[in-house]
């Protein structure tokens, strides 16, 4: 079945370090994918999406290429801040059958960023 | 303001006690679900609906049961019968079926069963 795969945490960073959180997704048909973040004690949010291949999701400093020929969707962030500190999820949404609009998410990733 | 609304933000019961944590939405949704979230292992779906009335089971839905009688609302009743309920739930919604659509969520329950 479909499945999402992420770097298993905790990261822990340098404030302005370089930030990669491998994500890889196994689906049928053409997902869409997303990263979700959640801060302590809340939701989550979305923080950037990409429907089709070669799509660059990006929002506030983060990026993530949907990359079909690696099926990967790694999340970047070129400075990181202690206000990025939480925790990241991949995410594919199924775009067919009856479960259509369901995502599935990885495991998580937590980011501490110290000052 | 829309957005999706859980309370309460904290819920404590007594083992053997049925609970039902409230989940409503003012973002005009069509679907809805709910998510199970433990340490370590990511989000799991309990249940969804993708329209009034109408409601399906998701990959642990043993132990919970659901109801959908308006757009807006999606409570979760955690019965007895789940073994291990003390958990963070987190209900999200959507707005339809095309690729970008993300899901929205709120803000979540936490249940503590003792």
């Known amino acids: 079945g479909d499945s999402v795969t992420q770097m298993e945490g905790p990261v822990t960073l340098s404030e302005e370090a370089f930030l990669t959180i491998n994500c890889t997704y196994t689906?049928?048909?053409?997902?869409?994918l997303f990263w979700y973040v959640q801060y302590p004690g809340e939701g989550l949010q979305l923080l950037l999406k990409?429907?089709?291949?070669?799509d660059k999701g990006s929002n506030k400093g983060f990026e993530a290429t949907y990359r079909k020929e690696t099926t990967s969707f790694h999340l970047e962030k070129g400075s990181v801040q202690v206000s990025d500190s939480a925790v990241y999820f991949c995410?594919?949404?199924?775009?067919?059958?009856?479960?259509?609009?369901?995502?599935?998410f990885g495991k998580g990733t937590k980011l501490s960023v110290k000052p | 303001d829309g957005g999706i609304t859980q309370s309460p933000k904290y819920l404590f019961r007594k083992e053997g006690q049925n609970v039902t944590l409230s989940c409503e939405q003012n973002?005009?949704?069509?679907?809805m679900y709910w998510y199970r979230q433990d340490p370590g292992q990511g989000l799991r779906l309990i249940y969804y609906?993708?329209?009034?009335?109408?409601?399906q089971k998701g990959d642990i839905a043993e132990g919970y049961s659901v109801s959908r009688e308006k757009k807006e609302s999606f409570p979760l009743t955690v019965t007895s019968a789940q073994k291990n309920p003390t958990a963070f739930y987190l209900c999200?919604?959507?707005?339809?079926?095309?690729?970008?659509?993300?899901?929205?969520f709120g803000p979540g329950t936490r249940l503590t069963v003792t």
């Open positions: 999200a919604s959507t707005s339809g079926r095309a690729p970008a659509y993300e899901q929205y």
């Open positions: 689906a049928t048909g053409y997902p869409s």
């Open positions: 990409a429907t089709k291949a070669d």
């Open positions: 995410a594919l949404r199924k775009n067919y059958g009856g479960s259509q609009g369901n995502l599935i």
């Open positions: 973002l005009n949704h069509d679907a």
């Open positions: 609906s993708q329209i009034v009335n109408d409601f």
